[in-house]
């Protein structure tokens, strides 16, 4: 098990009020130095290259981004993105994370990575930044599996309670990648319909406000895992947001920490049945800290089984 994460991914600061705060990544960090993960494998995430992001977002915005570096404060890209001085630098490890995290799942030892970065990226289209997300970390992972590794099937799973929009566009007309989402609806970004499909390689599963466990797995169990079964992916991928959870303040939904466990025991069921055991988790939402710590432990808990 491998965890990679970068000290610039903390100095990323979107201004005092913020929900995406320094913080979340903190307490996620505090959380993993406790004894029981002694074990993972800790690795600075190197920065991804340009060539790499430019497979998934336009070269346009990926110039604009890289050039925006304040001098001090905040620069706001749309009402609730924002970047300091110090985000570019955090994008550029956060998605090199994801890539590296590839590159070593797919190497001989295989086995399980998790990306402990911000900000995060599955509202990241192309050629925009909303939702929090600079640059979609997920799909320039998938991107760079079906490039460098000559892949033919990647599932990218997504149980942020927001919908992965961003994703969404980016692979809409790649049939070499299943996305598979479950969120919380109606709800930012306001995307996600069931009659979203793509080339037949979406899947858009809505929950309504107020759902808990019981239909979470449900639909998880009944809909979305046979989906993934089904279409033997050869790399798992997985948008980890934590703000399903009953005490997030973005969202109405009703998950508890033993449901990350659950979610996540199943997704690494699907990586051994049918990837050999490969799986790459990055870190999207969740914004109660104490709530982020514990999914988020209990998420990593699952990886090292």
């Known amino acids: 098990m491998r965890l990679y994460t970068h000290p610039s991914c903390l100095e990323h600061d979107p201004g005092p009020g913020h929900a995406e705060s320094p913080a979340r990544l903190r307490a996620v960090l505090q959380a993993l130095d406790q004894d029981r993960f002694a074990a993972i494998d800790r690795i600075e995430a190197p920065r991804v290259t340009r060539e790499q992001l430019l497979r998934v977002h336009d070269a346009a915005y990926v110039d604009r981004?890289?050039?925006?570096?304040?001098?001090?404060?905040?620069?706001?890209?749309?009402?609730?993105?924002?970047?300091?001085p110090a985000s570019t630098e955090a994008a550029l490890r956060a998605a090199g994370a994801a890539v590296a995290a590839v590159d070593a799942v797919m190497g001989p030892r295989g086995g399980h990575a998790f990306c402990a970065v911000r900000p995060p990226g599955h509202h990241a289209t192309p050629d925009r930044a909303m939702g929090f997300c600079l640059f979609n970390n997920i799909a320039?992972?998938?991107?760079?599996?079906?490039?460098?590794?000559?892949?033919?099937?990647?599932?990218?799973?997504?149980?942020?309670?927001?919908?992965?929009?961003?994703?969404?566009?980016?692979?809409?007309?790649?049939?070499?990648?299943?996305?598979?989402?479950?969120?919380?609806?109606?709800?930012?970004?306001?995307t996600g319909r069931e009659d979203e499909r793509g080339v037949g390689n979406i899947v858009n599963a809505p929950l309504s406000p107020g759902d808990g466990s019981y239909e979470f797995r449900e639909l998880w169990e009944g809909a979305l895992l046979p989906r993934l079964h089904a279409f033997k992916p050869q790399l798992v991928?997985?948008?980890?947001?934590?703000?399903?959870?009953?005490?997030?303040?973005?969202?109405?939904?009703?998950?508890?920490?033993?449901?990350?466990?659950?979610?996540?025991s199943r997704l690494v069921d699907l990586a051994h049945a049918h990837a050999g055991g490969r799986l790459v988790s990055s870190l999207e939402g969740g914004y109660d800290l104490q709530a982020l710590a514990a999914s988020a432990s209990a998420h990593v808990a699952e990886l090292m089984l």
């Open 237 to 264: 991928l997985v948008s980890a947001g934590f703000d399903a959870h009953r005490n997030d303040p973005l969202a109405d939904l009703r998950l508890g920490t033993e449901d990350y466990a659950w979610i996540t």
């Open 140 to 190: 320039v992972a998938a991107a760079h599996a079906l490039t460098e590794h000559g892949l033919k099937r990647v599932a990218i799973a997504d149980f942020d309670v927001h919908h992965g929009n961003g994703t969404q566009d980016i692979f809409e007309s790649e049939p070499r990648v299943l996305f598979i989402s479950s969120h919380q609806s109606p709800l930012y970004p306001e």
């Open 65 to 84: 981004i890289l050039a925006t570096v304040p001098a001090a404060g905040t620069v706001r890209l749309d009402e609730d993105t924002l970047m300091s």
